[in-house]
């Protein structure tokens, strides 16, 4: 069936000598793979627009029985002012990009998640500059909720100030299993894991512990995911984040 449908670019790799296979998260079908049949070959810079954060809207050739689906018609969306040219925005869109793509499975319908997106790349976009640093830890923890496997911060007090990682749950001593996350951080996981965007913009972490944090529930995830899998793009976020 022909349908309109909006996309999220996530993937785009080069097929044969003209076409492409894109991987995209559709508002209404959850996550798709498309067969766009030479589009590399057609002038005028068409297949830039299936550049990975891309937002497009589609006439969409939809066969759930098919392995690939076909657009028929493709517009880009500019949604965005800043986040194409802003490298620091860049490179956390970039992130949330990777961590989608290994989370989302095919065909399943994530209508929530995907206007969560689409809403926080809206406020990535007009942010300021100095104000993104913690932007990636609202983004995990939004993915760790969608996943069902919220951290459980009302678990966390001065009689349970250990985080397990294992558990997902604050704990009265330090856990048996590494890794061990100690009082310290697992105050400020407690925080972020309770704190909305507001007011995690004005949440004080140094680069040390925010490279922590981000390594811990990365660990969680993959801990409790059993598709996860290592973060490329993170590297590049920390090097210009920091």
């Known amino acids: 069936m022909d349908i309109n449908s909006e996309l999220l670019i996530l993937k785009s790799i080069k097929y044969g000598e003209?076409?492409?296979?894109?991987?995209?998260?559709?508002?209404?079908?959850?996550?798709?793979?498309?067969?766009?049949?030479?589009?590399r070959k057609e002038k005028k810079g068409t297949a830039s627009i299936y550049h990975p954060g891309n937002y497009l809207l589609c006439q969409l050739n939809y066969n759930q029985q098919r392995n690939f689906q076909y657009i028929k018609e493709a517009k880009l969306q500019n949604y965005f002012w800043e986040i194409p040219t802003n490298i620091p925005k860049n490179c956390i869109l970039i992130f949330c990009i990777e961590v989608l793509y290994v989370i989302l499975q095919e065909a399943d319908v994530q209508e929530d998640l995907y206007f969560f997106m689409q809403d926080f790349f809206k406020n990535l976009d007009k942010e300021e500059n100095n104000k993104i640093a913690n932007y990636p830890f609202y983004f995990l923890m939004h993915i760790a909720q969608f996943l069902g496997y919220k951290i459980d911060s009302y678990s966390y007090n001065p009689l349970q100030p250990y985080f397990n990682i294992h558990t997902a749950s604050f704990e009265k001593y330090p856990s048996s299993i590494i890794p061990v996350i100690d009082r310290e951080n697992s105050a400020l996981l407690a925080k972020i894991a309770d704190s909305n965007l507001e007011e995690l913009k004005k949440l004080k972490i140094t680069s040390e512990e925010?490279?922590?944090?981000?390594?811990?529930?990365?660990?969680?995830?993959?801990?409790?995911?059993?598709?996860?899998?290592?973060?490329?793009?993170?590297?590049?976020?920390r090097a210009i984040l920091s």
């Open 18 to 39: 003209t076409s492409l296979i894109v991987h995209a998260f559709s508002e209404l079908f959850g996550k798709i793979a498309i067969m766009v049949k030479g589009v």
């Open 210 to 237: 925010r490279r922590y944090l981000q390594d811990i529930i990365l660990d969680y995830l993959q801990i409790h995911v059993p598709y996860f899998r290592k973060i490329h793009s993170l590297d590049v976020l």
